[in-house]
């Protein structure tokens, strides 16, 4: 199958028509790693010749909800793995004016991903599968490989809650969000990564607006607290759990946020944890847990 997809509508809307059959039919024959990565070259550079905005959008759009057309999860996630693997090794070569559409494309496989896994009722093996993606050599979260752009992890930091919170949004009854499985790729990071940068940028762009989300409100006011958190995780404070959906239902935000403060704590006192990082752990945690106290008094 020809991996050419163009940017003339007609003829892209067959390619990519034609793309998620190929995809599907792989129930004896999964696509080989190398053949993936031909695969994940040749839609790489398409998207790099499609100049006007609007292909752009629609190009990224169609791409990304590959991931909830394909017929089977296992087969959904070895496309994602090919994404993610191809955007980490050609992203040193992205121009500074072509910068801004992959991030574009970057957020809308993101909500795919987050919208798959929905659909897959958060199932245990499929999420195993999406943080490996994120966290194993050549994902865009793994600390020990020196070939991933500080940057990537950055953006994906600064996007993950929105678009999660907007996944969320659309199904009408989805199952809660096992939002500390969700946050193991970057909780991991943080412990690990050799970049004070990284570490403090996952801080203030994640840890701290998720821990300020699922704090009991300080105001009664509902429009003084939009203003105060932003209109973006609107939904995640009443539609998460732990680990595993199935074990109940969603619990409670102030519940929520010492468990996330507890994870962070008992990776911070890990072994394996780097010293300087288990430091700025150690002091996160105190921040808010004397923060918490100081608001019961």
Same mark, same amino acid.
């Not at 801004?100 to 574009?104: E, F, G, I, R």
């Not at 996330?260 to 300087?276: C, H, I, K, M, N």
């Given at each position: 199958m020809s991996t050419s997809i163009s940017k003339e509508k007609k003829t892209r809307d067959k390619a990519v028509k034609n793309l998620a059959v190929f995809l599907s039919d792989d129930e004896s024959n999964e696509i080989p790693d190398i053949e993936m990565a031909k695969l994940w070259k040749g839609i790489f550079y398409c998207f790099w010749m499609s100049d006007k905005p609007l292909v752009q959008q629609a190009l990224a759009s169609e791409l990304a909800e590959l991931l909830l057309t394909i017929k089977r999860v296992s087969s959904s996630?070895?496309?994602?793995?090919?994404? *993610?693997?191809?955007? =980490?090794? $050609? *992203?040193?070569?992205i121009d500074r004016l072509r910068m801004?559409?992959?991030?574009?494309l970057i957020r809308r496989f993101l909500n795919a991903s987050f919208r798959l896994l929905i659909q897959a009722h958060w199932e245990n093996s499929a999420l195993k599968g999406y943080n490996a993606i994120l966290t194993d @050599?050549?994902?865009?979260?793994? %600390?020990?490989?020196?070939? =991933?752009?500080? @940057?990537? @992890?950055?953006h994906l930091a600064d996007i993950y809650l929105e678009e999660l919170d907007k996944a969320v949004t659309s199904f009408d009854e989805p199952s809660p969000v096992p939002l500390l499985a969700l946050l193991h790729p970057f909780i991991a990071l943080a412990a690990q990564t050799p970049t004070s940068t990284t570490y403090k940028h996952i801080e203030n762009a994640l840890f701290r607006p998720l821990l300020a989300v699922l704090r009991p409100p300080r105001t009664s006011s509902p429009q003084k607290r939009a203003r105060l958190l932003g209109s973006q995780l609107a939904n995640i404070p009443s539609a998460a759990c732990k680990y595993d959906p199935s074990s109940g239902g969603a619990i409670e935000a102030? %519940?929520?946020? /010492? $468990?996330?403060? /507890?994870?962070?704590?008992? =990776? %911070? @006192? %890990? $072994?394996?944890?780097?010293?300087?990082?288990?430091?700025?752990?150690?002091t996160l945690y105190k921040e808010v847990a004397e923060d918490d106290d100081g608001s019961e008094s």
């Open positions: 996630l070895r496309f994602l793995r090919g994404f *993610w693997m191809t955007i =980490v090794r $050609e *992203w040193h070569g801004d559409k992959y991030y574009l @050599s050549g994902g865009p979260l793994c %600390a020990s490989d020196i070939k =991933v752009p500080s @940057s990537l @992890s950055y102030l %519940a929520l946020r /010492q $468990e996330v403060l /507890q994870t962070l704590f008992d =990776v %911070a @006192s %890990a $072994e394996s944890t780097r010293g300087s990082n288990r430091r700025k752990m150690y």
